[in-house]
């Protein structure tokens, strides 16, 4: 009987360090971030569902991504250690390359999503930044499990990954960036040539 | 002496993809950055693909084939058989593995995984027609990914290098030992023999891969469009998918705790 006490107190003892205590701040910063990616959802699926011409959805959506993602901090972890590598000039056009061409990829297939709907899961801190967790509902498809990495380093909430099904869209697309850099001696230049040719081609 | 079925070919595969591996680790290896370049060495470490010319070869084979025959057949069968009824197959096809997951789920030593894939053999093939319908899903015994790579990766086996091998595509060591040791354990494998029963084996294998194809249509043709090196793309996503398939298995582990003790809360 006391065995069975000690492991009662014992286990209640360790139940509030199971729960994670968290500081108030980081508590505030974890809602902020569910707020905003909730904000985001419902913004994305009303313009998406939206009866709206296609080019108009396209627009309305690269509002929405210019103002929720940071793009170009994106665009400088994708490019990974060519960054330092590249000179000013280059630097402008590979951001400004990256925006458009990440546009395309987006909003190309917009019309695909008609019907989407979003399910928010958990938040959590993750490695300086915040994941929130949600479950994306296409009619013609399974759910899928999308998880939206937020920062504030930029002074207010930003998107700065995605990561669907495990994978992240920014580690994958720099190691697509690495490998094509490496098959082209490395050189910048070759990678912003590709990715003009890329925005250059509609969706 | 005891005919072997037809069917006992299958497990040949396994064998086929060792000497494949064999092969590609043999014929052609990626050239190592001088050691004076720590970034191109930590990159070169970081895709950890030493066999890369030679995955590239089975790459551009196995695209070469999927265009003229997987792929056709992935948008055919999409284009005709509405959604409803290819979810029903994928059902079919799902609880037909589940043996093999159930196996697995008892060799990473996950009870509780092993409980529900229990219970969906049992719910989906009774109450749930044959696997048609998912019930158990339903009745709260989710589908999970649990297979013989993951097990490996549980048990501490390292990935290894990055394979692309024929038919089996993007894979590692780890996950081609865990593949046929799948092919191996699975019942069905090896149940009953004659014309009939390895035919219906096959058309199995078949309707797989055009469900897995029809599963990824979407995502594969953006890749291809959109990638710059699609290859490096693919490696890179599946080594992620991989990865995020064993973390989830080795966080999924709820202590089995009797119903009259103090229940640990669920994060």
């Known amino acids: 009987m006391l065995t069975r006490r000690i492991l009662l107190m014992s286990a209640t003892a360790v139940l509030p360090v199971l729960g994670l205590p968290l500081s108030p701040a980081r508590a505030q910063s974890l809602d902020q971030a569910t707020a905003f990616i909730e904000r985001t959802m419902k913004e994305i699926a009303a313009v998406v569902n939206a009866p709206d011409t296609l080019a108009g959805k396209q627009q309305k959506l690269q509002a929405i991504i210019d103002r929720t993602v940071d793009v170009d901090g994106v665009a400088r972890f994708c490019l990974g250690r060519f960054w330092r590598t590249a000179s000013p000039a280059q630097q402008n056009q590979y951001l400004d390359l990256f925006h458009r061409v990440l546009m395309i990829n987006i909003t190309g297939k917009v019309g695909e999503y008609q019907g989407v709907s979003f399910v928010l899961g958990r938040t959590q801190p993750r490695e300086g930044a915040i994941v929130v967790s949600s479950t994306v509902n296409r009619p013609g498809t399974a759910p899928s499990k999308v998880d939206w990495l937020v920062s504030n380093e930029t002074g207010s909430p930003k998107i700065i990954d995605v990561i669907a099904e495990g994978t992240s869209l920014r580690l994958t697309q720099r190691s697509d960036y690495a490998a094509y850099l490496s098959h082209n001696n490395n050189s910048v230049q070759a990678l912003i040539d590709a990715l003009r040719q890329q925005a250059s081609q509609p969706g | ?267």
């Open chain 2, 1 to 267: 002496m005891r005919r072997l079925s037809p069917s006992f070919r299958l497990p040949a595969l396994p064998a086929l993809a060792g000497a494949v591996v064999l092969a590609a680790s043999l014929a052609g290896c990626a050239s190592k950055p001088p050691a004076d370049d720590p970034d191109a060495v930590a990159e070169y470490n970081e895709s950890n693909d030493p066999a890369e010319p030679t995955n590239r070869v089975f790459y551009a084979v196995n695209n070469g084939l999927d265009t003229v025959i997987l792929r056709p057949l992935a948008v055919g069968y999409k284009y005709v058989v509405p959604f409803v009824v290819r979810s029903h197959i994928h059902n079919v096809l799902t609880n037909l593995s589940m043996p093999a997951s159930l196996f697995n789920d008892m060799l990473q030593a996950h009870p509780r995984r092993a409980g529900t894939s229990f219970m969906r053999i049992l719910v989906n093939s009774t109450v749930g027609v044959a696997g048609v319908f998912d019930v158990a899903t339903e009745w709260g015994w989710p589908a999970h990914d649990s297979d013989g790579g993951m097990t490996l990766a549980l048990w501490g086996l390292p990935e290894g290098p990055f394979l692309f091998l024929p038919v089996l595509g993007p894979t590692s060591p780890r996950d081609a030992t865990g593949f046929g040791a799948d092919v191996a354990s699975d019942p069905i494998t090896w149940f009953g023999q004659g014309v009939l029963v390895s035919s219906l084996g096959y058309t199995r294998y078949g309707m797989s891969a055009v469900d897995t194809r029809t599963n990824v249509l979407d995502d594969l043709d953006k890749i291809k469009a959109q990638a710059l090196d699609p290859y490096a793309t693919i490696r890179s996503l599946y080594r992620q998918h991989r990865q995020s398939q064993i973390d989830e298995a080795r966080s999924d582990d709820p202590a089995t705790v009797p119903a009259w003790f103090v229940q640990p809360r669920r994060p």
